[in-house]
């Protein structure tokens, strides 16, 4: 085999002997049945021989068919290439297939000498042509391995042509100069088949090493992600247990303060815990998007009321900037889910104000057919060409090398697209730098509809309002296990300035020890509330799980959580148990107690 192939680069070693390797086998394959039927003809030319021909020569045909049937048989009984055999051995075999198909010919060419004539050209012309016939089949079936294929031909076709020559004679030579030509045309095209045949599996292998490089690159990708995925959730989660101390102290302190000067400090304190906190749960939001637990619920909805929040939560930082936000009512309806759709229209103009100097942005509403257009149009600094598809990557902002905080942490557009696609609405994006950028969504068109849909509230879509909540009657104590004690002291000093009694706990085992105290029945536990990573790897859902199952308990349980792993996030969301991320502000701890509360309370009058 050829070192190069004409028209391409060298093949290095490894490759050319893979190469080899499958022509080996391709020959090997048929081999047995290739010297059965070669064995078979040379019996049934020797019997044709011994009763047609010169009876002197019987003698000598005998023998030479019985060389032939032994060469045959040691040919079939030596052993054979497998598939097992090392690469590394594959030119021994592919040296002693020549060797052996080379003896083979060898021993079959004397055999025209004695088949041939001139005083039977009838017979002599049939001979003639059945030995090529067979020959041809016999070489091109050798075609992969070329020297194999010139060891096999050349002898036995020299045999004939040499025979016809020998006993001359007009047909003789015609017949022997007919079978030159088909020994140089057969042997050309071998040589081409065999070059076509190389070229061929050099093609396959260099596709599937291209392939498998890029299933190492795609899967080098998604370990990456994986990876960036389970950092960002560690350090999220590292950092959100301090902040949710933080936050709770915070509270706790501007309770205590909230009738004297220093309560500004305070509120000061509570701003930069909200912008930190406000920067962890946009991580969160990609974790959870990322781990499917976002579920949309779309219903038909009037836009305006998207509108009139969006526009109440922007005004005063479009005003601060001395910009204008328009947000003109359209008086349309949507299919959509309405929290999900309000967040993809919130960070575009959150994004849009960010970028946009001078001028405005405005938010605008077109029917199209069965879609209605909803576009977030600025007069920014607009986005380049090439930068287009890269402003929807994670972390990626432009104009931004020194990560100025107060243009966000480059997320944004990326939950756009993400929730985008869960909700099946495009999104388009044209702009032009120096001029301004337009965004635009296609929303399922929806009739007006005067029932009243049950969906998420929006009061999340309204800036949360710092307020004291006048928290009903448990019926009993809190339950909190967490194996941070900052955390323990920080909930119980704020839950207890709320009028509650709480029980902190760092365990399973101390809370197995409440639980079985003698007066536990009298002051019953009210609320279950659990941390979901628990010391020495406990979960705090398992362990609220077993707690509620072993002592019959028929508290709610409340997960507070700083995890934001995707595989973590969906465990929770199968079981159905509501959850608080970290840091809890007081206002948010303090509403879902009461919300939980209110629902036990419609349940047990149910």
Known sequence: MNDQTPGRLPVDATLEMRVLREHVASVYAGNTTAIAAHMGFAIVIGCFGYFYVNPDFRLLIVALITVI?????????????????????????????????????????????????????????????????SWTRAV????????AMFGYGIPMMSGLIVSLAWYGGALNWFLAGFAFVNLVLTLSEGVKQNKRLTASLILQFENEALAAQLREQIAATERASAEKTHFLAAASHDLRQPMHAIALFGAALG??????????????????VDALGASLDTMLDISRLDAGVVQPMPHALELDELFLPLHNTFSVLAERKRLQLRVRAS???????PQLLYRMLSNLVDNALKYTRHGGVTVVARRRGE???????????????????????EFYQVNNPGRDRSRGLGIGLSIVRRLGRLLGHAVELRSRPGRGTRFRLAVPLAEPTDASQDSLPLQELESPVRH????????????????????????????RAYGIEVVAVAGEAEAVEVLMQPDAELNPVALLMCDYRLGEGAE?????????????????????????????????????????????????????????????????GA
């Open 69 to 133: 049937v032994l060469v045959d048989l040691y040919a079939m009984i030596t052993p054979r290439w497998t598939p097992a055999v090392p690469l590394s051995e594959t030119p021994y075999w592919e040296r002693k297939y020549t060797r052996i198909v080379t003896v083979i010919s060898t021993v079959t060419a004397p055999s025209s000498l004695f088949l041939v004539s001139i005083q039977e050209p009838m017979l002599t012309t049939l001979v003639t042509v059945v030995i090529m016939g």
């Open 371 to 393: 879609q209605v257009w909803i576009e977030v149009r600025d007069t920014g600094i607009g986005i380049a060409p090439e930068q287009a598809d890269r402003i929807f990557e």
């Open 540 to 604: 705090g859902l398992q362990v609220g799980l077993r707690l509620r199952e072993r002592f019959r308990l028929d508290a709610p349980m409340l997960l507070i959580t700083g995890e934001t792993a995707p595989e973590r996030l969906q465990r929770v969301r199968e079981w159905g148990v509501p959850v608080l991320f970290k840091p809890v502000s007081a206002a948010t701890l303090m509403q879902a107690i009461v919300e939980l509360m209110q629902v036990e309370a419609h349940a047990e």
């Open 468 to 495: 004291f909540f006048q928290v009903p009657e448990l019926g009993g104590r809190v339950l909190l296990i967490d194996d941070e004690e900052d955390i323990r002291e920080a909930m119980t000093e704020l839950m």
């Open 331 to 337: 008086g349309l309806w949507v299919r959509s889910d």
């Open 255 to 272: 309770n205590t303060l909230r009738h004297r000067p220093e309560v500004r400090n305070v509120e000061r304190l509570m701003r930069a």
């Open 140 to 147: 091109q079936a050798r075609w992969p391995l070329k020297r």
